[in-house]
């Protein structure tokens, strides 16, 4: 295959992902605009959420690069509790096993026509006996071990994807709220229908909403991966690294006791529930020495402070502003749909008006009443 039939090959799949994304932005021909008041609710929370998901992202990030600069490390040792299992006990759950048998019988009417009945019935074939433990921890001792928290929570990536989230919600809202008032006030109005846009009017806003998208999921991804690889490099050259040594307890995997086995039965369990056989509960319990106190040993390791690096945040920032570049051409294709209905609505109420019938002494003066105003 030629380079040039390549090209062609790519540059018609394009469009044709290009035209698929514009009709479904900009809907059917009388989906966007001026029409009734679903659509109306549709268009301003559809724009509303698609703006919001940009403004708010975009805040964000902004604000999550300023947290990350004034962020700092602190140390906490966490205190731990070291409990003992004991077996006290077991719960039973009881699934009754329903068998389902339905018929379908065709009859037929006296005018011919046939048609048909199902009849169901149910029976109860049998039960299922399902066990767990019932445990009970007794605290034998405590410990503690390091841990190094930041003192921001907050990062660009994580206050990028907060801050869209928090964004579109509120645009959808803000949006639903402003087309529930307009239709409100204008419900006594008659209703208004914008005319379908003639068919190169509407390629031409399917192509601009198809490219918008496009161009700001490619755009978006582009600058998400820069500013997470920024993001994350600024993780790496704050990140400390420290070593420390704690005690933990010494466990093993400790035999408690049995409880009854799950099984099947015919009947309702009238009878002992160990007649099915037993299984063994086996825990992580503390080993302890004879006076009853846990046996300790000790553990090191190294804690690293940084969340993540430039490679992982410029793969997660890309993907964060793939989604806020898609909802900024959204937000275009919609609003270019809405603006291109309003001239064809404007025309159609200035045609309805030049042919209203004039009120009487409100029509413009012929020539024989200038001449004789004259």
């Known amino acids: 295959m030629k380079l040039s039939e390549i090209r062609t090959a790519v540059t018609d799949r394009l469009n044709s992902v290009r035209d698929w994304i514009g009709e479904n932005v900009i809907g059917d021909d009388r989906d966007y605009g001026t029409g009734g008041t679903d ?139 402003i087309a529930a008032l307009r239709n409100s006030l204008e419900k006594d109005e008659p209703p208004k229908q914008a005319p379908p846009l003639d068919k190169e009017r509407r390629e031409e806003v ?5 490219n918008a998208v496009l161009g700001g999921a490619v755009v978006g991804a582009g600058a998400g991966a820069v500013l997470g690889a920024v993001a994350g490099g600024r993780e790496m050259a704050a990140q400390e690294v420290h070593s420390r040594t704690w005690s933990v307890p010494v466990t093993e995997r400790r035999y408690l006791g049995d409880i009854p086995a799950d099984h099947y039965d ?42 993540y690096g430039p490679v992982a945040g410029g793969i997660l920032g890309g993907m964060i502003g793939a989604g806020v570049g898609v909802a900024s051409g959204v937000a275009v294709g919609v609003a270019a749909r809405m603006l291109a209905d309003r001239p ?27 001449t004789s105003q004259a």
């Not at 609710?41 to 992202?57: E, F």
Request: glycine fraction near 14%; proline fraction near 5%.
């Open 39 to 177: 659509r109306r609710m549709r268009d301003y929370a559809v724009l509303g959420g698609a703006a919001g998901t940009v403004v708010g992202g975009a805040a964000g990030t902004a604000l999550g690069f300023q947290a990350q600069a004034a962020d700092a490390i602190r140390e906490e040792w966490v205190p731990r509790s070291i409990d003992d299992p004991t077996l006290t006990g077991y719960h039973e759950s009881i699934t009754p096993d329903i068998e389902r048998t339905c018929t379908t019988e065709w009859h037929t009417d006296s005018n011919g026509n046939r048609y048909s009945t199902e009849t169901c019935t149910e029976r109860t074939r049998g039960y299922w006996h399902n066990f767990s433990p019932r445990i009970e921890h007794t605290k034998v001792g405590e410990y503690t071990e390091p841990r190094f928290v930041h003192g921001s929570f907050w990062e660009p990536l994580g206050a990028g994807v907060a801050g869209a989230l928090l964004g579109g919600v509120t645009g959808v809202a803000l949006g639903a709220g």
């Open 206 to 210: 399917r192509n601009l909403a198809g």
């Open 266 to 307: 015919w009947f309702y369990p009238w009878h002992d529930d160990w007649s099915h056989g037993r299984s063994a509960v086996h825990r992580e319990a503390p080993v302890l020495a004879r006076d009853g106190t846990p046996q300790m040993r000790d553990v090191s390791g190294t804690f690293e402070t940084g969340r």
């Open 344 to 370: 064809s609505a404007s025309r159609e109420a200035a045609e309805e008006t030049a042919g209203a019938p004039l009120e009487t002494g409100q029509g413009p003066a012929t020539a024989e009443e200038e």
